[in-house]
Every structure is written in C-alpha cells, then in structure tokens.
C-alpha cells in the first residue's frame, strides 16, 4: 500500500513539474523548456502507469526503457542548448 502511495506522490511531483515547466514554454518558445515539460509528462505518466503493474519494481525493462528516452530528450535538449545555431 505504501508503494503505490510514494508512486503516487513522485507522479504527481513529475507531472506538476512538467506543467510548471510547460507555462515557461509557452512564454519563451524556448524548446528547451518544451523538452523538460515532455520528459517530466512522460516520466509521471510512466509512474501512474506502474501503479497498475500487479507488482511494481524499479527494475521492470519497458518502464526503464521509458525513463532511458526521457533522459535521452534531456541530454538532447541540453547539448542543443549549449551546442546549437546562434541566431
């Protein structure tokens, strides 16, 4: 019961980070907020749908291959950001 009350809390916290990073997106156009707010939605998402897994681990391979993808769209939104045209 404890597990899926603390899966609860850190979908929530991902899910009101991923708005909070949306409401600057939509005041900058900057596409690396867009991206933060995606990975966030994504990984809270990726929570909430662990809640139904009769028996939720960490280790299960299709939620760490998710978690691998909203990672890998940070690093690319970071790199971007550092990287990319001026102009």
Not at 3 to 27: D, M
Not at 39 to 49: C, K, Q, T, W, Y
Not at 70 to 85: D, M, P, Q, S
């Amino acid at each position: 019961m404890i597990e899926g009350f603390l899966l609860g809390v850190i979908a929530t916290a991902a899910l009101a980070s991923g708005v909070f990073f949306l409401k600057f997106w939509r005041k900058t156009h900057d596409t690396f907020f867009l991206a933060l707010a995606v990975s966030f939605m994504i990984e809270g998402l990726n929570r909430v749908a662990m809640l139904f897994v009769t028996k939720p681990n960490e280790g299960i391979l299709v939620m760490n291959l998710v978690r691998f993808v909203t990672f890998l769209l940070i690093l690319i939104a970071i790199v971007k950001k550092n990287y990319g045209t001026k102009g």
